[in-house]
């Protein structure tokens, strides 16, 4: 079993900064693409930051400048480091990866979620 968990969320007034932190564990072979999603109430849920293993990042627009995401692949843990942080930023944060399970079978991956964790930014 794999499992995602992620800490750091909290209420934080406006141009205020938080860091997220996600840690992979259980079954693991390697763990491929991590990211950080987010969801609002009454909204869809959309990619906030990714990072692959080789070091590709993709931002939302909407992040770009504020948000930096990081790895240590050692200890399967993903950052998210928010700056500047606005109220639209307010919703639960989802960590997720994409986690190869058995050296047998290295290119097939599946994909987690952890529990989630509020953000809540006040104006």
């Known amino acids: 079993q794999v499992q995602l968990v992620e800490s750091g969320g909290g209420l934080v007034q406006a141009g205020g900064s938080l860091r997220l932190s996600c840690v992979a564990s259980?079954?693991?072979?390697?763990?491929?693409?991590m990211g950080w999603y987010r969801q609002a109430p009454g909204k869809q849920r959309e990619l906030v930051a990714a990072?692959?293993?080789?070091?590709?990042?993709n931002y939302a627009d909407s992040v770009k400048g504020r948000f930096t995401i990081s790895r240590d692949n050692a200890n399967n843990t993903v950052y998210l480091q928010m700056n500047s942080l606005k109220p639209e930023d307010t919703a639960v944060y989802y960590c997720?990866?994409?986690?190869?399970?058995?050296?047998?079978?290295?290119?097939?991956?599946?994909?987690?979620w952890g529990q989630g964790t509020q953000v809540t930014v006040s104006s």
């Open positions: 259980g079954s693991i072979f390697s763990v491929n693409a």
């Open positions: 997720n990866a994409l986690i190869s399970k058995s050296a047998l079978y290295p290119t097939t991956t599946f994909q987690y």
């Open positions: 990072l692959t293993s080789a070091g590709s990042t």
